[in-house]
């Protein structure tokens, strides 16, 4: 059974950073692509930043792009989100999620992939910042 446990979440002020963490277990890590989406109240869930554990190819959405940095430690199992120079506007539920990289369709490319590309959720973690 795929699980995905995120953890480093919380208050931080404006300018400040935050990691997250994302622990994996129950399936073969290395030929997966790992996503972090994010949902604020009344919005639908977007994506942030995904990585290709095969490859560590990555993608990261515009509003991000140049402070949040991706990365994964295949040999635990994790995946982590940097956050730098947080925004009132980051404040959300960040969720990581995990497909198989064979079950997802590549040919656009791996900014491509959306939250119905995903078939593994884990509970999310708030992450809130303060003006």
């Known amino acids: 059974e795929v699980q995905l446990v995120e953890s480093g979440g919380g208050l931080v002020q404006a300018g400040g950073s935050l990691t997250l963490s994302c622990a994996a277990s129950?399936?073969?890590?290395?030929?997966?692509?790992i996503g972090w989406f994010r949902q604020a109240p009344g919005k639908e869930r977007e994506g942030v930043s995904y990585?290709?554990?095969?490859?560590?190819?990555?993608h990261y959405a515009d509003s991000v792009k140049g402070r949040f940095t991706i990365s994964s430690d295949n040999t635990k199992k994790a995946v982590y989100l940097r956050m730098n120079s947080l925004k009132p506007e980051d404040t959300a539920v960040y969720y990581c999620?995990?497909?198989?990289?064979?079950?997802?369709?590549?040919?656009?490319?791996?900014?491509?992939?959306?939250?119905?590309?995903?078939?593994?959720w884990g509970r999310g973690t708030q992450v809130t910042v303060s003006s």
């Open positions: 999620a995990a497909q198989p990289e064979h079950k997802l369709l590549w040919a656009a490319g791996i900014s491509s992939f959306t939250a119905r590309d995903f078939g593994s």
């Open positions: 990585i290709a554990t095969s490859d560590g190819s990555t």
């Open positions: 129950g399936f073969i890590f290395d030929d997966y692509v």
